[in-house]
């Protein structure tokens, strides 16, 4: 049995959460990989929406297991509030979410380093959530940090006691104050509650899983153009976020790699700084927010909209082996007379098919192809037949520049909204 991921494409907010959720019927298992509470995945059924940022998509199937894999960091607030948030749903978390013992934590200062490094930068802030997500991995590659592992053990007091000493001397070098007493109750609170749930050695269970046939998807957080050393540095996440982190994150072999599912919005979407080739500063920028609510789940911040990237595209789906593509918020789109794609970069006068190492507005200008939009409102249409011409016509334009299907067009944020192709 293979292991199948599902990743993003662009900036993050994609829309993987709603499409984990729509696959879980299908897979056994569902791991995190990679990331911790800066992602957002946003779920929406029965006319509830439901936000989930470190537990896996799949928590609201009855009959699949969710695993936090070692890859994921995770702060036991924000962990409890999400557990606290399921509750009232009835959703059974005691047998459906397992933890890797080789999962960082996200310890309080680590929020705090967070805030006073963001702040130090001044105008060349990165946009970041404010999470502690980068001192954590800081921490993990620094070898610093605590994992799951280490709550049962009789030190774990020790180890955190030390671990903040040489937090308080990054912050006092910052010159940030705080006040870490008022954090630390609600911390340890939610440490209590993940000593209640079931710790793991993920990659043993997984393979194990595997020997017995049982399927398994794994489920990325952010995008792609996030990633760490492919993304557009510095503006990016401190984590892997393409398909090669879902082996490091769960440990399972490369060879053990089956479908990969990549999803992208028919736009583009950036929440925070960095460059943007076809960002849209006027009026067609805000359409696309505001009819998108285009607002970060995680943070609320405004996102930036612009039109879709096609190299962007085509290099996010050349470093993750793609193998079948999940348009998302086509919906958004039917307002649009006139909808563009950029085809292709102009660099240094030359047009470029390729992902430049610097993609600064300074270096790169976008080259538009033009699309007559479809007025159609998309979000009761039920089958990919029914889909109205102009949208064919889009999606077969890309499917022939990208040259792999686009198997599922979202028409909404419903799990019901979900066309198969």
């Not at 199948?4 to 494409?9: E, F, P, Q």
């Not at 799951?148 to 030190?155: R, S």
């Not at 995008?223 to 492919?230: R, V």
Request: with cysteine; glycine share 10%.
């Amino acid at each position: 049995m293979k292991v199948d991921v599902l990743l993003g494409l662009q900036w993050g907010d994609e829309g993987k959460g709603k499409i984990v959720d729509v696959f879980t019927p299908k897979y056994n298992i569902i791991g995190r990989f990679q990331g911790g509470p800066n992602a957002g995945h946003t779920l929406e059924f029965n006319g509830i929406k439901h936000v989930l940022h470190t537990i896996p998509s799949g928590i609201f199937h009855a009959n699949s297991i969710n695993i936090v894999g070692n890859g994921v960091v995770i702060d036991p607030v924000i962990f409890k509030k999400e557990i606290d948030a399921l509750k009232k749903y009835n959703v059974d978390v005691q047998s459906r979410l397992l933890l890797s013992k080789k999962a960082h934590l996200i310890l309080p200062t680590h929020r705090l380093i967070d805030a006073a490094s963001e702040a130090a930068k001044g105008n060349a802030k990165i946009g970041s959530t404010l999470k502690g997500i980068g001192p954590t991995y800081m921490d993990k590659t620094g070898r610093n940090g605590l994992r799951v592992g280490d709550i049962n053990d009789p030190n774990f007091k020790e180890k955190y006691n030390f671990l903040i000493l040489k937090h308080a001397q990054i912050l006092e070098f910052l010159h940030y104050e705080y006040n870490l007493e008022a954090l630390e109750p609600d911390w340890f609170e939610g440490i209590e509650l993940l000593k209640k749930l079931k710790h793991i050695d993920s990659e043993q269970y997984l393979n194990d899983a595997l020997l017995q046939d049982k399927s398994v998807l794994a489920e990325g957080a952010q995008g792609s153009l996030l990633d760490i050393d492919f993304g557009s540095y510095p503006f990016v996440t401190s984590s892997n976020t393409i398909c090669a982190g879902a082996c490091t994150g769960l440990g399972i072999a490369p060879n053990r790699i089956g479908k990969v599912f990549g999803i992208f919005k028919a736009y583009c979407t950036r929440v925070g700084s960095g460059p943007f080739p076809t960002e849209l500063l006027e009026e067609t920028g805000e359409q696309l927010r505001k009819t998108g609510k285009e607002f970060g789940s995680t943070t609320g911040r405004p996102r930036r909209c612009g039109w879709l990237d096609l190299p962007a595209l085509k290099y996010a789906i050349m470093i993750n082996g793609v193998t079948e593509l999940i348009m998302m918020k086509a919906d958004v789109l039917s307002g649009f007379e006139k909808i563009k794609i950029c085809t292709q970069y102009e660099v240094k006068g030359q047009a470029v098919d390729n992902f430049p190492f610097d993609i600064s507005p300074e270096y790169v200008k976008p080259i538009y192809k033009e699309f007559k939009g479809w007025g159609q409102d998309l979000t009761s249409v039920t089958s990919a037949s029914d889909m109205p011409t102009e949208l064919v016509d889009y999606i077969l334009f890309l499917e022939k520049q990208l040259q792999i299907p686009i198997t599922i067009v979202s028409v909404g944020p419903d799990r019901t909204q979900t066309l198969f192709r």
